[in-house]
């Protein structure tokens, strides 16, 4: 059965820490893997992933895949307050769906 | 923008009746999409849509039905409201070009709540 497991659940951390967001699945017929912000409303974006060891970056935010060990890896370094989220990560398969991990509760304080 | 709209926003309603959640969308996509979002669970898939009067089920279906008449409604029916259906419902669409990177564009919720 196909599954994406995310860690920590939350994570609590100040201004100026770096964070590790884990992401890992098991999945059959992999297309890409995809990570996503949630603040109070709808998710937004952030990266698509289909090759190992290329990393993507935005600003502070950068994310890796590991397709031998079968896991990404979201870093936020510098956090901020509005690094503050839900961050979710989900894999997309040949049946051409979206199935989403349970998703990493971050919370940045001041 | 994804120029989505979600309706109602807000919904408080009582077991055994029935419910039904609109999405709207302005722009003609084929692809959409109804998840559910439960602390812990992150997105689960309900139903989707592939076109006027294509449906089928995601893994969470049970107790929820679909209908799309037109491309720019997708219309999510619990037809008998149960406590374990309260929740946050997300609508989504794939746009043209975005079917070999998966990604997806979100409305902004509907929370229901059944007492």
């Known amino acids: 059965e196909d599954k994406v497991v995310q860690s920590p659940l939350s994570l609590v951390v100040h201004e100026g820490d770096t964070v590790t967001l884990n992401c890992s699945y098991e999945?059959?017929?992999?297309?890409?893997l995809l990570w996503y912000k949630q603040e109070k409303k709808a998710p937004t974006f952030l990266f698509m992933l289909?090759?190992?060891?290329i990393e993507k970056k935005s600003g502070r935010l950068s994310s890796i895949l590991d397709k031998k060990e079968l896991f990404s890896i979201l870093n936020i370094t510098a956090t901020q307050t509005g690094d503050s989220a839900i961050y979710l990560c989900?894999?997309?398969?040949?049946?051409?769906?979206?199935?989403f991990g349970g998703g990493t509760r971050l919370m940045v304080k001041p | 923008d994804a120029g989505i709209t979600q309706s109602p926003r807000h919904k408080v309603t009582e077991t055994g009746t029935p419910v039904t959640l609109r999405c709207h969308q302005t722009?003609?996509?084929?692809?959409m999409y109804w998840y559910r979002q439960d602390p812990g669970h992150g997105l689960r898939l309900i139903h989707y849509?592939?076109?006027?009067?294509?449906?089928d089920k995601g893994e969470v279906s049970d107790g929820y039905s679909v209908s799309r008449s037109k491309t720019e409604d997708f219309l999510l029916t619990l037809e008998s409201a149960t406590s374990s259906q309260t929740s946050v419902y997300f609508c989504?669409?794939?746009?043209?070009?975005?079917?070999?990177?998966?990604?997806?564009?979100f409305g902004e919720g509907s929370r229901l709540t059944v007492l």
């Open positions: 999945v059959t017929n992999f297309r890409s």
């Open positions: 722009e003609n996509h084929r692809y």
């Open positions: 289909t090759s190992s060891g």
């Open positions: 989900a894999y997309h398969n040949a049946g051409n769906m979206l199935t």
């Open positions: 849509s592939y076109g006027v009067k294509d449906t």
């Open positions: 989504a669409i794939r746009k043209p070009g975005q079917e070999t990177t998966g990604e997806l564009f």
